[in-house]
């Protein structure tokens, strides 16, 4: 609210210093009989110092978790822009030939009302509501994966319902300054990717053969610092959803995990801590096989300031076919635990990997 009053008291003194701007080069304009036209130029640059910055915090208030990177190549900055019911909605880039988009942001995130990334080359109704038209940046061609880094150290906040409108698509969400959920409900989205670290780009699954976007079919991820924190809805005190809805498989790949309410993916989960390179072995119906090699970074419980791998409390669970929890950092411990009960675990299968 203050933000706002400063804003509409420096519009006052922008409209006060137009109007005196046109006083000023009326008068011998009147006196002189110059061309009309002086005078359109004056009323013209008056106009655009009182409304064109309060568009542009319209602007802003109206996407204000997001700001696509304006140093980014144009080919990576998508188009932000928003259903009829006013939730926010993202035309993504064009793929690459393997299906890959690449979409670079300065500020990504989720509001309570919810984000539709538009991979469909047709008009229809997302599930959000509303209507929305054809993603023209598509050129006809819809994604298999949506790669969201930020480019900043701003943190990802995702606080409600993500979904991929049209072609189903895996989505990747990389914030260096850390990842925050608290509650998120995942749509026609198969795979969710949360990583502190920005994709490196490869020719393809098992291959480890580093290449640029153009030709990238698979990608690696780098992790030397970042933290992600998965918690339940603001306002819910027993175990609210942190992440569920459908997808298939969900990776958590940061140099540290907090766990403080439920995660669920039908088919598997996988939660990678510790400074380490993580790289995609294979791929299948369960999604991508993830595996881990040393990146050269110190990578000791006391250099991350973490002694467990994935901290979590009593509201903290893992419900899928099949869980991975791999740390790298030595000295660190599986679970940690601040409730009364244990985790409450309980996937088919269950492998704990510790350096």
């Known amino acids: 609210m203050r933000r706002v009053m400063r804003e509409i008291e420096k519009r006052l003194v ?36 009182y ?30 822009t928003s259903i009829s019911t006013d939730v926010p909605a993202v035309n993504i880039a064009a793929p ?23 991979d469909n080359t047709v008009p229809g109704t997302p599930l ?27 943190i990802a906040v995702m606080n409600g319902p993500l979904e ?30 949360l990583t502190t670290r920005a994709p490196q780009f490869l020719t393809g699954v098992g291959s480890g053969i580093a ?36 997808v298939g498989h969900i990776d958590l790949i940061g140099q540290s995990v907090t766990l403080s309410a439920p995660l669920r993916a039908d088919q598997r989960v996988h939660i990678s ?17 993830l595996c881990t090699s040393t990146n050269g970074a110190t990578n000791t419980a006391a250099k991350i300031g973490k002694t467990v791998a994935v901290d979590a409390n009593q509201c903290g669970s893992v419900t899928s076919g099949t869980a991975f929890v791999v740390s790298a950092a030595v000295g660190t411990h599986p679970f940690a635990h601040t409730g009364p009960d244990r985790p409450a675990s309980r996937p088919d299968d269950v492998l704990v990997a510790l350096n």
């Open 14 to 49: 922008q409209r006060d210093a137009a109007k005196n701007a046109v006083t000023f080069e009326v008068s011998p304009v009147e006196s002189e009989g110059h061309a009309l036209w002086i005078k359109a130029t004056t009323w013209v640059m008056a106009g655009v110092m």
């Open 51 to 80: 409304f064109g910055p309060a568009a542009f915090l319209a602007d802003q208030t109206a996407h204000a978790a997001l700001f696509v990177d304006p140093h980014a190549p144009i080919a990576f900055q998508p188009t932000v």
């Open 96 to 118: 690459n030939s393997n299906g890959i988009s690449l979409n670079q942001y300065q500020t990504f995130g989720v509001g309570p009302e919810g984000l539709v990334l538009d």
């Open 128 to 154: 959000l509501g509303g209507t929305l038209g054809a993603n023209l940046n598509l050129r006809r061609r819809a994604a298999s994966t949506i790669i969201n880094p930020i480019t900043s150290n701003n």
């Open 164 to 193: 991929t409108f049209g072609v189903t698509a895996a989505v990747i969400v990389s914030a260096p300054g850390g990842i925050s959920v608290n509650g998120m409900v995942m749509i026609n989205i198969p795979g969710l990717t």
């Open 211 to 246: 290449t640029d976007f153009a030709y990238a079919g698979a990608v690696a991820y780098d992790v030397r610092s970042g933290s992600i924190s998965i918690d339940r809805p603001a306002g819910v005190n027993g175990p609210g959803a942190g992440i569920e809805g459908t």
């Open 273 to 289: 801590m510790g400074s380490q390179l993580v790289l995609s072995t294979a791929s299948g119906a369960s999604g991508t096989t």
